[in-house]
């Protein structure tokens, strides 16, 4: 069975200073991995996915994240924190290729970030 | 390029009520899914739809059911209306034969059941 837990509920840095959310996987298949944000009252915006073609993912406003199968992690960080980055954000996994699985995302319980001018 | 739309943007029910809602796919997108997420929890699958017929299923009662037409918009519709049911539904659509399952979700419906 594929899940993703995400370590910590709320984060809070303070603006300019790293980010790091942290999200373990386990999944019977090579998984797809990808991070979501979701800004208040607002849908799923992709941030990043992993596909297996590189372990280290660049995504969209500067994030990052590290695909590390030995430690079953994928975690996100971003090297300096905006204030438009306060947000929450889903570690989602993809139980193996489209083709041959039912396709449902599987998501993380989600880290709220808040950012401290 | 259209995103992911839904309808309506909010909604506020009885219990025992039946309610639908609906969603148009992104252009070039077969494949819809739907997601509940409850105030502060991560979405949770409900069930997919391609090429009219169900094509998945995640951990919810048969009373939520779903439609999907010609043009790849789908319906989600949910009968006897629960307090539990209050939430957040989001709308994903995808391109089947897509190998990694990228999905985009559209803005979502705020039900609200009383």
């Known amino acids: 069975a594929q899940s993703v837990t995400q370590l910590d509920s709320h984060v809070s840095v303070s603006e300019g200073t790293p980010v790091l959310l942290r999200c373990n996987y386990s999944s019977s298949y090579s998984p797809s991995l990808f991070w979501y944000v979701q800004h208040p009252n607002k849908g799923l915006q992709l941030l990043l996915k992993y596909t297996s073609a590189a372990t280290l993912v660049k995504g969209i406003n500067g994030f990052e994240a590290e695909f590390k199968k030995s430690e079953t992690s994928f975690h996100l960080t971003k090297p300096s924190a905006h204030m438009s980055d306060a947000a929450e954000y889903f570690c989602v996994v993809s139980p193996g290729n489209y083709g041959g699985s039912q396709g449902n995302l599987i998501f993380g319980k989600g880290t709220k970030l808040s950012v401290k001018p | 390029e259209t995103g992911v739309t839904q309808s309506p943007t909010h909604l506020i029910k009885t219990r025992g009520q039946q309610v639908t809602l609906r969603c148009s796919s992104q252009?070039?997108?077969?494949?819809v899914s739907w997601y509940q997420q409850a105030l502060g929890q991560g979405p949770q699958f409900i069930f997919q739809y391609y090429r009219e017929e169900e094509n998945g299923r995640g951990n919810f009662p048969p009373r939520f059911s779903g439609l999907q037409f010609p043009n790849y918009s789908s319906e989600l519709n949910v009968n006897a209306l629960e307090l539990d049911d209050s939430a957040l539904y989001l709308c994903a659509s995808s391109s089947r034969g897509g190998v990694y399952n990228e999905q985009f979700f559209g803005p979502g419906t705020r039900l609200t059941v009383l």
């Open positions: 252009s070039g997108h077969n494949t």
